[in-house]
């Protein structure tokens, strides 16, 4: 919709226009790829990318989102990912993968949107947006097992974008890393505290999240 939109009334973006961002009503943020052309930008739409969004609050954006998280399912337990689809040294490859970034900052969206209005559904999608960080990149989910310096013992890394199949360390950018960090924590507090408002609480997803994003944040 996004593109039939800016196609019908504009040309292609120039090269040096990447990074072009149109927003929907909704705050939903949609990028510029070369190539591919424009599509949902999970971690610009939840970072609040130069403030396009910033008139719509926890609540109308984490609505917004619901609808984009793609169920998976890993070891038969259920979980969320809100996908990106480019492929940066791919230019024109439409592919779908995930972002340790982008699942941390919309676990926390929904999480501020749970605490907000006691609403079930927010609740739930943050706990299926964490389960995300237990599954490996080649599975699916964002959790790579890397070891530096080499030859020592692996340990977690929450990529910032990942690509199935590749080097462990492809992807593992560590400011993505340190923003999932601080995500879980804050995930980890504002679902430890019981919703400020009653809509249709739901207490055992509030806690089963808080205590995954703190062992996940442990690890």
Same mark, same amino acid.
């Given at each position: 919709r996004i593109n039939a939109w800016w196609y019908a009334r504009r040309i292609a973006p120039k090269p040096k226009q990447r990074g072009l961002t149109l927003r929907e009503p909704d705050g939903v943020l949609a990028?510029?790829?070369?190539?591919?052309?424009?599509a949902v930008n999970p971690v610009g739409t939840t970072g609040?990318?130069?403030?396009?969004?910033?008139d719509i609050g926890p609540v109308g954006l984490a609505e917004a989102l619901l609808p984009l998280g793609v169920k998976r399912t890993y070891q038969g337990k259920p979980y969320l990912v809100w996908e990106y689809y480019d492929?940066?040294?791919?230019? $024109?490859v439409i592919r779908p993968g995930v972002s340790g970034m982008a699942?941390?900052? +919309?676990?926390?969206?929904?999480?501020i949107a749970y605490s907000q209005t006691g609403d079930a559904r927010f609740a739930e999608a943050a706990a299926e947006a964490l389960r995300s960080f237990a599954v490996p990149v080649n599975r699916g989910g964002v959790l790579t097992m890397v070891a530096y310096p080499?030859?020592?013992?692996?340990?977690?890394w929450y990529?910032?974008?990942?690509?199935?199949g590749s080097d462990p360390w492809r992807g593992a950018a560590l400011? $993505?890393?340190?923003?999932?960090?601080?995500?879980?924590?804050?995930?980890?507090? +504002?679902l430890s505290q019981p919703p400020t408002a009653s809509a249709s609480p739901d207490p055992t997803s509030a806690t089963q999240g808080a205590q995954l994003a703190r062992q996940l944040a442990d690890e």
């Open positions: 990028s510029y790829w070369e190539g591919r052309g424009f609040r990318w130069f403030g396009l969004n910033r492929v940066p040294d791919q230019p $024109g699942q941390g900052r +919309v676990a926390q969206v929904m999480s080499a030859g020592t013992k692996p340990a977690p990529v910032e974008r990942a690509y199935p400011n $993505g890393f340190m923003v999932s960090i601080l995500e879980l924590r804050s995930v980890e507090a +504002v």
